[in-house]
């Protein structure tokens, strides 16, 4: 009991603050980022959102994974069990005490410390988290039930998450592996038939062309003025978009919007980001809604003679990614314009090939998208409930959720 006559102290209630550097340890992985192999036997964590593969493993525990340096300070947070590589400043966090700390509750408890760390990282063109700023961090530690159940909760999303995932990244193989054996090897339906002639890309089916993409699409062509603009938008910022997906939509009233969101886009619609292409922040916009508008810092490429599907693998290769980045102008801000997408080459196959290529390949990306849809809306369940279950205003004590019997 407490000082407070009749009133219980559960084990559940008691959350404690403490600092990073009393209950975990810190190492760093030792790999460059050029150790990544695209077909490695293990994970490969580096400072970028997209987990990379690897032929080696340093690590073969249960931990947290944290990126050291960011450019915008949108570090990234993995969990992870089993072996995998590091880059050398990706941190890997461990708890010191199993009994006390779970690495699963571990790993909540920091995502919502991920702001916090974006504004007080130091650096000016790239962020960088020092041992410093980390130790000094502090989460909330309740009693190791209270983690299990509030880990099992949240993990029980993140399972959804991934698996929705796993069927996300076979959709968009499927199509990739399609629109490469039929426009990069040329070895399409019929292609036996088909004699080879020159061109300006070298040998190339006859009946195609080489065009440039301001011929086959238009970039940037619809605009929001304020004498039109809808009362209500939903706006996308570079900062939403990941490499084939958009992860969050804003609300806003036009009046109260950023200056930047004044472009429209419509299905079928590929936005691609002008600044840093490097990055590869582009998305396919698939039956959007109609207040959708995109930030400026977009070129949005909007197909006219070629189908969408055609189109969104074209300008998604690891070649034009180059073009684009070789493009670009400044050094602070490197960046590219309306006109470097339509000065690029693309090659266009005949009609009915691509249409039989649109036909074969569209409901991948309406179920990819589909599925895409889903995952933002269980991410933003888990994000609101993970404050709330961390800080114990959710209570957990009466949940019947399993947990070992080791805890107990």
């Not at 460059?32 to 959102?49: H, I, M, R, V």
């Not at 960088?128 to 309740?142: A, G, Q, R, V």
Request: proline share 4%; glycine share 6%.
């Amino acid at each position: 009991m407490d000082g407070r006559v009749g009133l219980e102290v559960r084990e559940t209630d008691i959350v404690e603050q403490v600092r990073l550097e009393e209950i975990v340890s810190f190492k760093t992985g030792k790999l460059n980022s050029n150790a990544a192999k695209p077909d490695g036997e293990y994970p490969f964590f580096t400072c970028s959102q997209e987990v990379f593969r690897t032929d080696t493993y340093s690590f073969d525990t249960e931990c947290v994974l944290l990126g050291g340096n960011n450019a915008s300070g949108i570090y990234p947070l993995k969990y992870y069990s089993g072996k995998f590589d590091a880059y050398q400043r990706t941190y890997v966090i461990r708890s010191l005490d199993g009994r006390k700390l779970m690495n699963r509750y571990l790993y909540y408890a920091l995502h919502p410390k991920l702001d916090m760390l974006k504004n007080i990282s130091t650096g000016v063109a790239t962020k960088f988290l020092t041992l410093t700023i980390l130790n000094n961090i502090k989460i909330e530690i309740p009693h190791i039930k209270a983690q299990h159940k509030i880990a099992s909760i949240l993990s029980a999303y993140d399972d959804l998450i991934e698996n929705n995932n796993r069927r996300i990244k076979i959709l968009k193989e499927m199509a990739q592996t399609i629109y490469r054996e039929w426009f990069v090897n040329f070895r399409f339906p019929g292609h036996e038939k088909v004699k080879m002639v020159k061109s300006e890309l070298g040998m190339i089916p006859e009946g195609w062309e080489v065009k440039k993409l301001g011929d086959v699409t238009k970039i940037n062509e619809r605009s929001i003025k304020k004498d039109n603009a809808p009362e209500d938008i939903l706006y996308v910022d570079i900062s939403s978009v990941s490499t084939g997906f958009i992860t969050d939509t804003i609300p806003y009233k036009f009046t109260d919007a950023p200056g930047r969101a004044r472009r429209r886009v419509q299905h079928g619609d590929i936005i691609w980001s002008s600044v840093r292409p490097n990055r590869k922040s582009y998305a396919l916009i698939i039956n959007p809604d109609p207040r959708t508008i995109v930030s400026t810092g977009f070129g949005v490429i909007s197909p006219v003679e070629v189908p969408y599907t055609f189109l969104y693998e074209a300008v998604t290769t690891d070649e034009f990614v180059g073009y684009l980045t070789n493009s670009t102008r400044g050094s602070a801000y490197p960046a590219v314009n309306t006109e470097d997408y339509e000065r690029a080459d693309i090659l266009v196959p005949t009609e009915g090939l691509m249409d039989k290529f649109h036909e074969t390949v569209e409901h991948f990306y309406i179920l990819k998208n589909n599925m895409q849809k889903r995952n933002n809306i269980l991410l933003k369940t888990r994000d609101l409930l993970l404050p709330k279950l961390i800080s114990g205003e959710i209570d957990v004590e009466g949940m019947d959720i399993m947990i070992s019997e080791e805890v107990n």
